[in-house]
């Protein structure tokens, strides 16, 4: 059964810019992780993903997301 999760030890793609993005998920299988799209129709782009109009920055730890306030 499929796992989904946020974080994973060995990202596929390592340079595929969703690792980045705060629309991605994992969904881990038995053998194989894939990069799951939350923003887009297509929910499991081609990797990697080099430039997307969807990409949403995470907001590093420790950090306040500056869009919402205080
Ligand atoms: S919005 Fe773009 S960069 Fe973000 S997870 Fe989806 S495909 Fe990847």
């Known amino acids: 059964m499929p796992v989904r999760s946020d974080e994973v030890l060995d990202p596929p793609f390592p340079r595929s810019l969703c690792h980045a993005c705060a629309a991605r998920r994992y969904v881990t299988g038995r ?40």
């Open 31 to 70: 053998a194989t992780v894939f990069v799951q799209c939350t923003a887009l129709a297509q929910k499991y782009p081609p990797q990697p993903v080099l430039v997307c109009a969807g990409f949403q920055p995470l907001t590093p730890p420790g950090r306040q997301d500056p869009t919402k306030g205080s």
